[in-house]
């Protein structure tokens, strides 16, 4: 507390009265000021990833802002105790004042040169008073406290606040052992950094948050063009400007902090310190910001919700049984070449019609499945808000299979294209598929999940020069994070999560058992095929980690888990009772071809009930197909009619002459899609010059 001196003019309580005034006033300007910072609620959506970094930006602001407050408030109270005649050390231990010796004052002498020596003796090499262990352990704190915050702690939790759509697990789960880690690593840094000592203390201590803060900078400013983490192999050459600019911003960052530590190395230590605590606040305002996001701390791998089961993924009727795969992205184009060089790939597939002119719908996943979920493709007079609010709702196609008797068991991860249709389709699909229900508990793999996001990490704050070796993609989060269950594991408490090779491996070990149901069966399998990232070979088997193999190669893995899955009906001796359509999504899609420029073709492989391995391997066909028959065909496999839903594959005819239609999105940056264009197409599907616009375009802004 200031001491004010009762002797001087003026009056004690007077002068007393006005320094309250004063911290009055400063306290109400201050108070203002951040009520301005609370308006009132506006409620509309906002990308919690886009909201940290604004949230952090402006606490970057309101530092400043306050450092600067702070100042203007210090040094007018300061002159506020000159005016009034106030000594502010007064009460205080201060330095003492230095004073001049007499020349001849000998023991004046003797007192200041045992003081001299005394201080050298604490001196460093470089002249600077050396730490205490207490004092760089302080320093080691505040470096790795801010670096490991930076690192191991706020990222992961933006990452997965901010994708929180996508990913199974949320914050509500998660937020721990980062904590723990993050604390961890945070205490074992600086007692590291703490046992060092003069010029060497100071280098690991600007180093570490030098590094920190060139970071923090990468992930800030750094990172606006990195394509999304949706499997898409990067071409990283098309980012090689990118990835120069960016190298030389490090690289000039690297060599003004050499300079500065050079020059003037406890300035820069000290300066270093305090800006790390400053961007600590920040960061923690923005992530602290998740946590009151109720939406973001609402996700949750075991809330009360329904999930995607393996429930009745590897059990088929003995009586009748209809089996949909989806191979996702496999392309005629690519299967017609992988049958060419490879025609006994197809071998086990006895009874089947192999389809090569085939048209598809409509492209991409977000939008494919829910269409064969529901039989339901836009309309000429509908916005495009209102068929995605309303294409479940209005879809007969679930119940008419369910009123057969028959169960249902559906398996992908993708249900439509915005939050809301996602979550309609889950609770429409929860109603009549029964593999879509709530999990007791799904645990989650604490080493796993620390590893994982901190590769994601790496990727988000390390220079473009260095993010290719830390690539990443969604699916490798959730397949990381979710713990693995052993074979024989309850599969209704086990989620489905989109992984080829580890279905593959679960499907030679654990084997098709037959069910007990009434009827029969209905499975869609979605399957990632021959979508990105190609981490696949030919057998079906997981490549190691940081090795990639190509479409062609995935392809025949993919066909080659169908034929497994086709070998084991035999066994089973129900391959004649089953029908199987071996399909896909969509074929060909890339987004960044505005508009269509190479044709969608998607595979379809069909074997109706019946046939077998006396109708021998696949045959060839050219009817002019469309994926638009696949819901009369199930239904007619199923009952013996589905002209509700129009043609079946089996009642086109090879010399039919059909006009099909396909939609095409098109898309400004994935994944904002902006059109849906008509195509048409008049002829042999893979000949793209039979493709035309029909001159109809649904906006997706509307």
């Not at 980062?178 to 961890?184: C, E, L, N, R, T």
């Not at 989109?498 to 084997?511: E, I, S, V």
């Not at 399909?583 to 508009?595: A, K, L, N």
Request: hydrophobic share 45%; glycine share 8%; charged share 20%.
């Amino acid at each position: 507390m200031v001491q004010i001196d009762r002797k001087e003019g003026f009056g004690f309580i007077a002068r007393r009265c006005v320094i309250a005034a004063y911290d009055a006033f400063s306290l109400l300007a201050v108070s203002a000021i951040i009520a301005l910072g609370i308006p009132e609620n506006a409620y509309a959506y906002v990308d919690p990833s886009v909201m940290t970094y604004t949230i952090q930006a402006l606490a970057g602001v309101a530092v400043a802002l306050g450092a600067v407050a702070g100042v203007a408030f210090r040094r007018t109270r300061r002159v506020l105790f000159n005016l009034l005649r106030i000594d502010e050390n007064a009460g205080k231990t201060v330095e003492r004042k230095v004073f001049r010796i007499a020349e001849g004052d000998v023991r004046a002498h003797a007192v200041a040169d045992r003081q001299a020596k005394r201080m050298i003796a604490s001196m460093t090499k470089t002249g600077q008073s050396e730490l205490s262990w207490k004092s760089r352990f302080l320093f080691a704190l505040i470096a790795s406290g801010f670096f490991t915050f930076t690192f191991f702690v706020a990222s992961p939790y933006e990452l997965i606040g901010g994708g929180s759509d996508s990913l199974m697990f949320g914050l509500s789960e998660t937020w721990r052992p980062f904590a723990v880690a993050g604390i961890i690593i945070w205490i074992a840094l600086a007692v590291i950094i703490s046992l060092l000592k003069g010029k060497a203390f100071n280098i690991s201590v600007a180093s570490v948050i030098g590094f920190g803060l060139l970071c923090y900078l990468q992930a800030l400013f750094g990172n606006g063009s990195l394509p999304s983490a949706d499997g898409a192999e990067v071409a990283w050459d098309n980012f090689s400007t990118t990835t120069i600019i960016n190298g030389i911003l490090w690289l000039l960052g690297i060599v003004a902090l050499a300079i500065f530590l050079w020059k003037k190395p406890t300035l820069c230590r000290n300066a270093l310190c305090v800006l790390a605590v400053c961007v600590a606040i920040v960061e923690a305002v923005g992530v602290g910001s998740l946590f009151l996001d109720p939406v973001v701390m609402a996700k949750s791998a075991n809330d009360s919700e329904v999930h995607v089961t393996e429930d009745g993924l590897f059990d088929i009727s003995d009586k009748e049984n209809v089996v949909l795969f989806l191979l996702d992205w496999y392309d005629n184009a690519t299967l017609n070449y992988l049958y060419d060089t490879n025609p006994n790939m197809l071998d086990e597939m006895t009874g089947f019609t192999y389809y090569k002119d085939v048209s598809g719908s409509i492209a991409p996943t977000r939008y494919a499945v829910p269409w064969i979920l529901t039989a339901q493709m836009i309309q000429h007079d509908e916005l495009y808000s209102h068929y995605l609010s309303t294409i479940y709702d209005r879809s007969t196609f679930l119940d008419d299979l369910k009123a057969t008797g028959y169960s249902i068991g559906i398996y992908t991860d993708t249900f439509g294209a915005t939050k809301a249709e996602v979550s309609r389709g889950i609770e429409y699909t929860s109603e009549r598929a029964f593999n879509i229900k709530p999990i007791e508990t799904i645990g989650l793999d604490v080493p796993a999940a620390l590893l994982v996001m901190y590769k994601a990490s790496c990727y988000r704050n390390l220079p473009w020069v260095a993010k290719p070796a830390f690539w990443f993609y969604t699916d490798q989060i959730n397949q990381a994070m979710a713990q693995k269950n052993e074979p024989g594991t309850n599969p209704a408490n086990t989620p489905y999560i989109m992984d080829d090779a580890g279905y593959y491996a679960k499907l030679k070990q654990t084997r098709l058992k037959i069910n007990d149901d009434d009827t029969g069966s209905f499975r869609i399998i979605h399957l990632m095929g021959i979508h990105e990232p190609f981490n696949l070979d030919e057998n079906g088997e997981a490549l190691p980690e940081g090795t990639m193999s190509n479409e062609y190669r995935q392809g025949l893995g993919v066909m080659k888990m169908v034929s497994e899955y086709i070998h084991q009906l035999k066994e089973l001796g129900v391959y004649e009772k089953t029908t199987i359509i071996i399909s896909c999504d969509h074929g060909t899609w890339i987004w960044d071809e505005v508009p269509l420029a190479v044709p969608n073709s998607p595979i379809m492989l069909v074997k109706p009930a019946g046939a077998g391995d006396q109708d021998g391997p696949a045959k060839l066909s050219y009817a002019p197909i469309s994926q638009y028959d696949l819901h009369a065909s199930i239904m007619k496999a199923i009952t013996g009619d589905g002209s509700k839903y129009g043609t079946a594959f089996d009642e086109v005819d090879e010399d039919a002459h059909r006009v099909r239609m396909y939609i095409h999105p098109t898309i400004d940056v994935p994944p904002d899609d902006t059109d849906f264009i008509e195509y048409e197409i008049d002829g042999y599907t893979l000949d793209f010059s039979n493709w035309h616009t029909t001159g109809k375009v649904w906006s997706c802004f509307e």
